[in-house]
């Protein structure tokens, strides 16, 4: 049960630039989150799915898309990368049932820089 | 739409010393609370939550949080740190609707000295 997992760990980009960010999760989950983590900022939700086939915008979605094709994967996109976007992306998922329900369990995260 | 609000960026607390965390939220509906503890270079834990019930909540590690209404604060406490409780901790809340939201605060980092 390897939980919540993400790739890449690192990633450095130009400007301009595009890439996706990979999120996967094996505690069959219904609802899944991105993140971002800025100093001082704790985290902001971008993007967030209450089921397969299913997105919506959070906080900060402005550059961003994301797609849940397959219930345990969502995947984040930059399509033309900015220096703004540098930052930590957590991915997240939670069941809206069961004693669990409202805790969201959370990735390692991914490091990107763009240049 | 809900804010949350962490008092304190940095708390650096001696080992074996009480620390208290301070935090505050604002929200016209009713909410769920959360502590979440991030060690360095990794992903979020859950530390304790408040869903109903009683007001003051136990978690892992020996912390605990008391929920406040009237002052809509979730303070967290722990009696007595030990150096591996150096991390950075997090206040958040979701409002009692679908999707099980998070809005953080900022964070609050703590630094345990021998």
């Known amino acids: 049960n390897a939980g919540v997992t993400q790739t890449p760990k690192f990633r450095v980009l130009k400007t301009g630039q595009s890439m996706t960010l990979l999120c996967a999760q094996d505690?069959?989950?219904?609802?899944m989150y991105w993140y971002r983590q800025d100093p001082g900022m704790g985290l902001r939700l971008i993007h967030y799915?209450?089921?397969?086939?299913?997105?919506a915008k959070g906080e900060v979605p402005d550059g961003y898309n994301v797609s849940r094709l397959k219930k345990q994967n969502f995947l984040l996109g930059l399509e033309s990368a900015a220096p703004s976007q540098t930052s930590v992306y957590f991915c997240?998922?939670?069941?809206?049932?069961?004693?669990?329900?409202?805790?969201?369990?959370f990735g390692p995260g991914t490091r990107l820089t763009v240049l | 739409a809900q804010s949350v609000t962490q008092l304190d960026s940095q708390v650096p607390v001696f080992e074996e010393a009480p620390v208290e965390l301070r935090c505050n939220y604002s929200?016209?509906?009713?909410?769920?609370l959360f502590w979440y503890v991030q060690y360095p270079n990794q992903g979020l834990q859950l530390l304790l939550k408040?869903?109903?019930?009683?007001?003051l909540v136990k978690g892992i590690n020996g912390f605990e949080a008391e929920f406040n209404k009237s002052q809509t604060s979730f303070h967290l406490r722990k009696p007595s740190v030990h150096i591996s409780d150096t991390a950075e901790y997090f206040c958040a809340v979701s409002e009692v609707t679908a999707g099980n939201k998070l809005t953080f605060g900022g964070g609050t980092r703590v630094l345990v000295k021998p």
């Open positions: 505690m069959n989950h219904e609802y």
């Open positions: 997240a998922s939670s069941s809206p049932t069961g004693h669990l329900y409202n805790e969201q369990f």
């Open positions: 799915s209450v089921g397969e086939g299913t997105t």
């Open positions: 408040y869903l109903s019930g009683s007001t």
């Open positions: 929200s016209s509906v009713s909410v769920y």
